[in-house]
């Protein structure tokens, strides 16, 4: 089964940091180009970051550059964001995401996304 | 940026009717959009990309439409599992950008 499985969300207070990690299994991940998507409660959707297969792309929002860092390990099958200086306005749930087509490299709808992990920024 | 504005914020249609929902983006995407469907306590699935491909295992009542900045879901005959947010999102530049959803309920 193609699967994205989330990790590491948690309560942390403004400031401080924290990893999310994205398992991915059934596919050749390292095929891929992915994504991280948040969604604030009771929000739409944001996009945060992409990587490209091989890494040699990375692209983030305006409201996290400086301060996440989205990664990749293709022979763990696993996506990475390390987020610093954590604000309340990065409280969310935080969706990986996989673009549509294994291009490597491009844009692409997300056909396939992780169930999940939030992140929640409060002191 | 581009910015993407969907219309209505909340659409209320009875099942079996025809349900129309409209996304418009601040400039031309070409047929760079898709829509998502997003269920309460649920991760958004993919519904329609390239303004008018349905994904795998999409229902043919579910069609997309336009072309440009102006861009259409149509959902055919509303089945009760149809009720959910939908959103759309332009994937033509960095950064991708969704709308603000619209919620479609019971009528």
């Known amino acids: 089964e193609v699967q994205l499985v989330e990790s590491g969300g948690g309560l942390v207070k403004p400031g401080e940091s924290l990893r999310l990690s994205c398992a991915a299994s059934?596919?050749?991940?390292?095929?891929?180009?992915v994504n991280w998507v948040r969604q604030a409660p009771g929000k739409g959707l944001e996009w945060v970051s992409y990587?490209?297969?091989?890494?040699?792309?990375?692209y983030y929002a305006d409201s996290v550059k400086g301060r996440f860092t989205i990664s990749r390990d293709n022979a763990r099958n696993s996506l990475y964001l390390q987020m610093n200086s954590l604000r309340a306005e990065d409280t969310a749930v935080y969706y990986c995401?996989?673009?549509?087509?294994?291009w490597g490299f491009g844009t692409e709808a997300f056909d396939i996304w992780g169930q999940g992990t939030m992140v929640t920024v409060s002191s | 940026e581009i910015v993407m504005t969907q219309s209505p914020a909340t659409l209320s249609v009875s099942p079996g009717e025809r349900a129309t929902l409209s996304c418009r983006a601040s400039?031309?995407?070409?047929?760079?959009l898709a829509w998502y469907q997003q269920k309460p306590g649920q991760a958004p699935g993919l519904l329609i990309y390239?303004?008018?491909t349905r994904a795998t295992g999409i229902p043919a009542r579910f069609s997309g439409s336009g072309s440009g900045t102006e861009f259409t879901l149509t959902i055919s005959s509303l089945q009760s599992e149809d009720f959910a947010v939908y959103y759309c999102?332009?994937?033509?530049?960095?950064?991708?950008?969704f709308g603000q959803g619209t919620k479609l309920e019971i009528k």
């Open positions: 999102q332009q994937y033509n530049n960095w950064p991708y950008t």
């Open positions: 400039q031309s995407l070409s047929s760079d």
């Open positions: 390239g303004a008018t």
């Open positions: 059934g596919f050749t991940f390292s095929s891929y180009s």
């Open positions: 990587i490209s297969s091989s890494s040699n792309y990375i």
């Open positions: 995401a996989r673009d549509r087509g294994n």
